[in-house]
């Protein structure tokens, strides 16, 4: 049986996972939007790209969920986009409105899908999605750690001149300024990275790498990062329908695990058929858990607001 991917949302993010999952040949997939003939035209143009390319997937547009039935993961990538001065957490309330919907939906039609969010600010609505989807904690997850990591990754990889494939990196924590990439396990093939740079070096890294996006965004002036967002969301595509069990940073649904209870932070998980199968919890020092109790408590409180009763 042929598996089926469905993307919410078909901006930059959205079609580049489309485009992603077909160069790969990982599922067929769906490209959904509100904005008619938007999907449809990207979709036909990534479907007339297949003999170029050498793919052979369905790749489709629709304004509704129908043709969405019954697929195995579900992309939400759908919300406005950062603009120059804003914070991912000045994205709460207008991306819940469409978070939301689109979760329902996305339960009802695919009850048995895997949902990897992406929208910002992606904690907050992984969580939305989790609640209104009714889905368990293993099926909900979010696209987070892997960019973090992935940035500075490359960072650090530039600053060295080294190849990316040599640098092994963790970023824990929320999707946002409070991340905590974990230095103490960071090295270049083996070698720690506190022996080849030094400590104002490395903090400058880490602080690019917590910027990374509103990097991005202040040198588009009109949108944000899609490129590396997609790739990383389309990593966990193929962990989730290949079984491949990658443990990767991601945000998932804590339940005490690093002292935190019922909020999605980044952490490393086991990646495989059934969603989120592990939660691998390291061992962190004072100051590493300090940091990542700092950035579970700045989700709570978007977490809060959307809980608040309407005025």
Request: with cysteine.
């Amino acid at each position: 049986m042929r598996r089926k991917v469905t993307v919410i949302g078909a901006g930059n993010v959205g079609a580049n996972c489309a485009l992603r999952i077909a160069d790969r040949e990982l599922a067929d997939v769906v490209l959904v939007d509100i904005v008619e003939g938007v999907p449809q035209g990207k979709g036909l143009d990534l479907l007339q790209s297949g003999p170029v390319q050498g793919y052979d997937v369905l790749v489709t547009g629709a304004n509704n969920y129908e043709p969405t039935a019954n697929s195995d993961v579900v992309v939400i990538t759908a919300g406005f986009p950062r603009k120059p001065g804003m914070s991912r957490d000045d994205l709460l309330m207008a991306n819940y409105n469409i978070v939301k919907p689109a979760s329902e939906q996305a339960a009802r039609y695919s009850p048995d899908a895997i949902l990897i969010v992406v929208s910002n600010p992606l904690d907050a609505m992984c969580w939305t999605a989790f609640k209104v989807s009714g889905f368990g904690k293993s099926r909900v997850v979010g696209m987070a750690g892997i960019l973090d990591t992935a940035r500075f990754r490359t960072f650090i990889a530039r600053e060295l001149e080294v190849s990316v494939e040599n640098i092994t990196a963790m970023v824990l924590g929320g999707h946002g300024d409070t991340m905590v990439p974990l230095v103490r396990l960071t090295n270049v093939s083996g070698i720690p990275l506190t022996e080849l740079l030094d400590s104002a070096t490395i903090a400058r890294l880490v602080e690019r790498t917590r910027n990374g996006g509103a990097e991005i965004v202040k040198l588009l002036k009109t949108g944000s990062a899609y490129y590396a967002p997609s790739a990383a969301a389309v990593e966990m595509v193929e962990s989730i329908l290949k079984d491949k069990k990658k443990v990767l940073p991601c945000s998932a649904y804590l339940d005490g695990e690093y002292g935190v209870h019922g909020v999605f932070v980044g952490v490393p998980v086991k990646l495989g058929a059934g969603g989120v199968e592990k939660i691998y919890e390291i061992g962190l020092t004072p100051e590493e858990q300090a940091q990542f109790g700092k950035s579970a408590a700045s989700v709570q409180e978007l977490i809060d607001v959307l809980n608040r009763p309407a005025a």
